[in-house]
């Protein structure tokens, strides 16, 4: 009994251990499965990351530095920065690009090169990537949504940087100044106080970064307590035009001044006036703004040039004809844009100011003439352009009320649209 008894006792263990052994072995293999496929796909992650992500360096393009002379300083040899820059001019020519724009660098976690590119505006980009052995080129547009904002703001120096302390980027106030240039002087008539506001589309990119503006839609400026609103509608030939709330139409046929940055008045309209150069009293049928040299000059109205060259004492001077009778002549400036039966729109460039001819400094000399009678443009009323047509009112109050609602809140929680409420009959735009 006892024999059978040890025999039972020591084939149930030898069977217990043989599962044991087997079961131990089982849960190694099983683990170094495990590990197998951890290590796996770990090497598999790590290859993803050598191939797939790329780290991006960006510089800004320096000026006068042509793209291959750029890439070495970047660290590219010279025959690298040779290819790149011949699969780059076939899609793009190199000659073009911009100081300041941007130039990014892609390389691998490897420091393999990946990407070169380059921003050439707000829309594209050239990017040159390898293949095989060579580089191929392209351009890519970039994608974007375009959104409708509200900016506001106070006035503590000037509308430029008062624009820019609400974040947003200068070409905005350059926009804004232009909306309400038949009004105002931007650089004389602003006040610490005066607030704007204005509805703007902004183009951005996925990560909510701003690169182009799109229409101003309505804008705002209080001026020393003066209220001047302006909204983005259609004159009849569907031309966008801006329009007071009342209907009535910003442009006028003149611009309030000859300069895109105008500067002060330093000798002013004057049946005598004592010449600095000729020593002597005598008429200045003109206005002298004291602009650096350079400052861009601006036609006030739509016309054609009918003398662009240099006259004398005058330097080289550009003469606008309008046709509402009115004359305009830009001088001493220190280079001519236009030429002889050119037609100008208002606000064109048509020089730089300079100090040719008869002047002690730089300066623009403006003057305006109407039937052979010589005007003082600081005291002249800009005659108007037509309001809203009766029948675009609906559509554009439509419009206006629209724009008007999308208005941030008035900086410093001023209360001025209700004493301003527009009309809702279109015999008041008349």
Do not use: C
Not at 8 to 27: E, M, P, Q
Not at 239 to 245: E, I, L, R, S
Not at 384 to 393: G, I, L, R, Y
């Amino acid at each position: 009994m006892k024999f059978w008894a040890r025999v039972i006792f020591w084939t149930s263990f030898a069977a217990a251990a043989v599962l044991f052994v087997g079961y131990s072995y089982r849960v190694r293999y099983a683990a170094e499965r495990q590990l197998q496929s951890q290590s796996s796909a770990a090497n598999t992650e790590a290859q993803i990351i050598q191939q797939k992500v790329v780290m991006f360096t960006e510089r800004a393009v320096p000026a006068g530095i042509p793209f291959a002379a750029m890439l070495q300083r970047l660290g590219f040899t010279s025959a690298n920065a040779a290819r790149l820059s011949a699969a780059a001019q076939p899609v793009f020519d190199l000659r073009h690009l911009r100081a300041g724009n941007t130039l990014s660098i892609g390389k691998s976690v490897m420091g393999e090169l990946r990407a070169v590119r380059y921003r050439i505006d707000a829309d594209r980009v050239l990017s040159i990537a390898p293949q095989g052995n060579d580089y191929h080129s392209e351009i890519q547009t970039i994608p974007s949504q375009t959104e409708t904002s509200g900016v506001g703001g106070e006035i503590h120096d000037s509308l430029f940087q008062s624009v820019l302390d609400s974040g947003e980027k200068p070409e905005l106030a350059m926009r804004l100044a232009a909306i309400f240039g038949w009004d105002l002087d931007f650089y004389t008539d602003p006040r610490p106080g005066d607030t704007f506001r204005l509805v703007v589309e902004k183009k951005k990119l996925m990560n909510g970064q701003t690169i182009a503006y799109g229409r101003i839609l309505a804008a705002e400026y209080i001026n020393g307590g003066r209220v001047f609103r302006a909204v983005l509608f259609h004159d009849p030939s569907g031309v966008p035009v801006y329009y007071a709330p009342d209907g009535k139409s910003m442009k006028k046929a003149f611009l309030h001044s000859p300069l895109k940055f105008a500067a002060p008045i330093t000798s002013h309209f004057s049946a005598s006036r004592f010449h600095p150069i000729l020593k002597q009293y005598r008429p200045h049928l003109g206005i002298d703004y004291g602009a650096p040299m350079g400052t861009p000059v601006q036609t006030i109205g739509d016309g054609r040039v009918i003398f662009a060259s240099m006259k004398g004492g005058d330097g080289n001077m550009v003469k606008v004809q309008h046709s509402n009778g009115y004359t305009t002549y830009y001088l001493h400036l220190s280079r001519i844009l236009v030429h002889d039966g050119q037609r100008v729109e208002q606000g064109d460039r048509i020089g730089l100011v300079g100090m040719t001819g008869l002047a002690t400094g730089p300066h623009l000399d403006f003057r305006i003439q109407l039937r052979g009678q010589f005007l003082n443009f600081e005291r002249l009323a800009l005659p108007p352009s037509e309001p809203v047509a009766k029948s675009d009112w609906n559509e554009f109050a439509a419009d206006r009320d629209r724009a008007l609602a999308q208005m941030p809140p008035p900086p410093g929680n001023q209360t001025v649209l209700a004493k301003n409420a527009p009309p809702t009959k279109p015999t008041e735009a008349r």
